[in-house]
């Protein structure tokens, strides 16, 4: 696995400005039927880059080996 060389500084930036966010460099989406309950995470949007730079509790980190 190889990561960006500014993967760490884009992180740590990233929790510098929302504290008690999680920071991620790949996310999906999380979507949900009509009662609210979530989808299948299949039916989930990935990756998703529309938040970028908002905390959201419809994120979902993802990655490899743990993210």
């Known amino acids: 696995m190889i990561y960006d060389a500014r993967m760490l ?3 740590f930036k990233s929790y510098k400005k929302h ?3 999680i920071s991620a460099h ?3 989406l999380i979507l949900f039927d009509s009662q ?3 989808l299948p995470c299949s039916r ?6 529309a938040f970028k730079d908002t905390p ?7 990655g490899a ?3």
């Open 65 to 67: 080996r743990g993210i």
């Open 26 to 28: 790949r996310v999906s």
């Open 36 to 38: 609210g309950k979530p």
């Open 9 to 11: 500084e884009t992180l």
């Open 56 to 62: 959201s509790l419809q994120l979902m980190a993802i």
């Open 44 to 49: 989930w949007i990935l990756p998703y880059k």
């Open 19 to 21: 504290p008690k966010a």
